[in-house]
C-alpha cells in the first residue's frame, strides 16, 4: 500500500502552509517581526533550555529565579526540551531563538505528512491537496502551528495525528502487525510530552474497543498491542524523567506513576480480554473490563476524578485563570461567543452530516473510518467547548470528512452552476458565518492575544541593573511578564503564570489591589524585593487600571510610592507606561 500521496500534493499543500505562515507573520498576527514570542510559556521553555545546557540537572524541574527567593517546581516535561537544545548546544542564544520561531511551524509541516499517511488509502492525491489547504488554514491548528510558539500544544496535535495515522491505515485494510505497536508508541509519547494526551490515548483504545465489539477479535488484537505499547512507552518515559526517588509520586498535571497505572491497567484489561476470548456477550465482558479498570484507578488515585486544578484558591479566577486564552470556553454565549464557535466548528456542520450517512451507507472501511471519527468528536467537542486548547484535537479530526463531502459532491449529477456553487458554500460557509456574525455585533472588535507592553525595550534596563552579592536582582512585577524578563534580563521575579505558582500569583495580585500598601510592602519585606516594575499597557496592567475606586497600581503608576521606593529615569521612547522604582530596604507591613 502506497505510503504517501503524489509529490506534488504534498508540494501544493507545503506551500499552502508556507503562505499561511507568511501572512500570519506579515499581518503580525504572531509578533516575531517584533522581536517577540507568542506568549510567557515560550520564554520560559527557552529558558529551561538554556539552563538545562548551562548546568541545570536532568531532573531539575525547581527554578530560584521563579518564586524568588523560594522558587517555583514547573509541571512541563523534558521531550520539547530535548529537541530545542541542539540549537543552542550549536550556536548559542541567537540560534535557539530562531529555532523556537521556527518549531512550531516544523511541526505542521510534520503533521502534513502524517495526515498524508493516515488518509492515502481514503483520498486521492487532488482529494489530498484540498484537505491540506483546508487544514493549514483551520483556526485551532493555525493558532498551534504559528511561528514564534515553542510550546507543546502543536507538539501534542502533531502526536495525535501521527498516533492516529497508522491506526486509520489499519482501518483501511493494511494488514501490517506493526501499525499499532507504532501507534501505542507514539500516543504513549504524547503522555510524556503533556498529559492532555490522555485524551488521545483513551480515543485510540475506545475506537479499537468499540471495533473490536462490532467486527471481533482481530481488532482486540489490535487494541492489546496499541495498549501494551503504549505502556511500554510511558514506562520508559517515567524512568527518564522523574529520578528513581519520585517513580511513586503520584501528580496529575505531570507524567507520574498515576498516568503509568492507567496505561498498565489498559494493556491488562485488554490482555485479559483477549485471554479470555470472549467470542460471545462481547459487550458484557468488554463492561465489566471497563467497570473494574475505574474502580482500581478510583481506589489508588481518587484525585484523578476531582477536578482540575479545583485545590487552586477561587481569587485566582479572576486574577488570573479567567484571562488565559487556552483555558476560555468555546460556549457561544454571546455574539463573541457564536464568532468563536463557528470559526472552530463551523466544518462539523458539513462534517457531521457526512460521517452519518457514511456510518449508514459506505462501505465497510468508511464506516469504520466515520466511526473513528465519531468517536474522536465526542472525545474532544465536548472538552473544547470546556476550554480551546482542545479545539484545534477537533479540527483535524473534521478535516477529512469535511474534505470527503466537498469531493462527494463534485461526483453529484448537479448542473454546472449549482454544483459550483454548493461547492463554494461548502468551503467558505463557516467563514462567511464567522464573518456575518462579527458585522452584527456593532462593539465587537478582534481581542489581540499579546500583552502589548514592549517588555523586550526595558529588558536591557533590567539586565543592566546591579546585582546584590553577585545574585541576581530581585524584580517585583505582575504575573505574565515574568518569564520573559527572567529569560530577557536574567533578573528573577515572584509571581508568573503557572498553577504551580498560585499563592505568589494571588499574593501579587492582592498587594496591587490593595486600597492601601499594607500588603504590597508585607509581600516586598517577605521576599525582599530589590526593585519594582510596573507597566500600564501591560494585560494585568489594564485590569488593575480598569478596578473601581484606587488601588496600589495606580498610585504607583503616578508616582504616589512609598517613602523607601526611589524612582528610575527611564528612556523617553519607553513611552511612559513603565514605573521603576529601587526598594531601598524592605519595611516592616
Not at 495526515?115 to 483551520?138: E, H, I, Y
Not at 516586598?524 to 526593585?531: C, G, H, M, P, S
Request: with cysteine.
Amino acid at each position: 500500500m502506497t505510503r504517501l500521496h503524489a509529490g506534488p500534493a504534498l508540494v501544493a499543500v507545503l506551500m499552502a502552509l508556507a503562505l499561511v505562515q507568511t501572512l500570519q507573520i506579515l499581518g503580525g498576527v504572531t509578533p516575531i517581526l517584533e522581536g517577540r514570542l507568542i506568549d510567557p510559556d515560550c520564554y520560559m521553555r527557552l529558558d529551561r533550555v538554556r539552563m538545562l545546557w548551562e548546568g541545570d540537572a536532568w531532573y531539575e524541574s525547581h527554578s530560584l529565579r521563579h518564586n524568588a527567593p523560594f522558587g517555583e517546581t514547573l509541571h512541563w516535561t523534558r521531550p520539547l526540551d530535548l529537541l530545542l537544545l541542539p540549537a543552542y548546544a550549536l550556536g548559542g542564544e541567537r540560534a535557539l531563538w530562531w529555532w523556537g520561531v521556527a518549531i512550531s511551524p516544523v511541526f505542521e509541516m510534520l503533521a502534513v505528512l502524517a495526515l498524508s499517511f493516515a488518509t492515502r488509502p481514503f483520498l486521492s492525491s487532488g482529494g489530498f491537496a484540498l484537505l491540506g489547504v483546508l487544514f493549514v488554514t483551520q483556526a485551532g491548528p493555525a493558532g498551534v502551528f504559528i511561528a514564534g510558539r515553542p510550546d507543546h500544544h502543536g507538539f501534542l496535535l502533531l502526536l495525535m495525528i501521527a498516533g492516529l495515522a497508522p491506526l486509520l491505515r489499519r482501518v483501511a485494510g493494511d494488514g501490517d502487525r506493526r501499525l499499532p505497536v507504532f501507534a501505542g508508541l507514539v500516543l504513549g509519547l504524547g503522555l510524556w510530552v503533556a498529559v492532555e494526551a490522555l485524551a488521545a490515548y483513551a480515543l485510540a483504545l475506545a475506537f479499537l474497543g468499540v471495533l473490536w465489539l462490532w467486527r471481533g477479535e482481530d481488532w482486540l488484537d489490535a487494541l492489546t498491542s496499541t495498549a501494551k505499547a503504549g505502556a511500554a512507552m510511558v514506562a520508559v518515559a517515567l524512568v527518564l524523567e522523574r529520578p528513581p526517588a519520585d517513580w511513586l509520586t503520584a501528580s496529575t498535571d505531570r507524567l507520574s506513576i498515576i498516568h503509568l497505572t492507567i496505561v498498565l491497567v489498559s494493556a491488562g484489561a485488554a490482555m485479559a480480554l483477549r485471554r479470555l476470548d470472549p467470542r460471545r456477550r462481547r459487550p458484557h465482558w468488554a463492561a465489566l473490563a471497563a467497570g473494574a479498570s475505574l474502580t482500581i484507578l478510583a481506589l489508588l488515585f481518587p484525585e484523578l476524578f476531582r477536578p482540575p486544578l479545583a485545590h487552586l484558591p477561587p481569587e485566582l479566577g479572576e486574577a488570573w485563570l479567567d484571562d488565559i486564552m487556552e483555558r476560555m470556553p468555546l460556549w457561544p454565549g454571546d455574539s463573541e461567543g457564536w464568532r468563536r464557535f463557528v470559526l472552530h466548528f463551523g466544518p462539523m456542520a458539513i462534517g457531521i452530516p457526512y460521517l452519518l450517512h457514511s456510518l449508514r451507507h459506505g462501505e465497510t472501511a468508511m464506516r469504520r473510518l466515520a466511526l473513528v471519527q465519531l468517536i474522536g468528536l465526542a472525545v474532544y467537542f465536548p472538552a473544547a467547548l470546556h476550554q480551546v486548547r482542545f479545539a484545534p484535537f477537533a479540527e483535524a479530526l473534521m478535516v477529512l470528512p469535511w474534505t470527503q463531502a466537498v469531493l462527494a459532491l463534485g461526483r453529484q449529477r448537479l448542473p454546472v452552476g449549482l454544483r459550483a456553487l454548493l461547492t463554494v458554500l461548502l468551503l467558505m460557509g463557516p467563514s462567511l458565518a464567522v464573518t456575518l456574525i462579527a458585522r452584527s455585533n456593532r462593539g465587537y472588535a478582534p481581542a489581540t492575544p499579546y500583552d502589548t507592553c514592549p517588555w523586550s525595550d526595558i529588558a536591557p534596563t533590567l539586565a543592566g541593573l546591579p546585582r546584590p552579592n553577585g545574585q541576581p536582582p530581585l524584580v517585583f512585577t505582575t504575573p505574565y511578564p515574568g518569564p520573559e524578563l527572567v529569560y530577557r534580563a536574567g533578573v528573577a521575579v515572584i509571581a508568573t503564570p503557572y498553577h504551580g505558582n498560585a499563592p505568589a500569583i494571588v499574593a501579587t495580585m492582592r498587594a496591587l489591589m490593595g486600597a492601601d500598601d499594607r500588603a504590597l510592602l508585607g509581600l516586598l519585606a517577605e521576599r525582599r524585593a530589590n526593585y519594582l516594575l510596573l507597566c500600564r499597557s501591560s494585560r494585568e496592567g489594564q485590569w488593575l487600571e480598569s478596578l473601581a475606586g484606587d488601588n496600589a497600581h495606580k498610585r504607583l503608576m503616578r508616582g504616589q510610592a512609598p517613602p523607601n521606593f526611589t524612582p528610575l529615569a527611564l528612556d523617553a521612547r519607553l513611552g511612559g507606561d513603565f514605573v521603576l522604582y529601587t526598594i531601598s530596604g524592605w519595611p516592616a507591613p
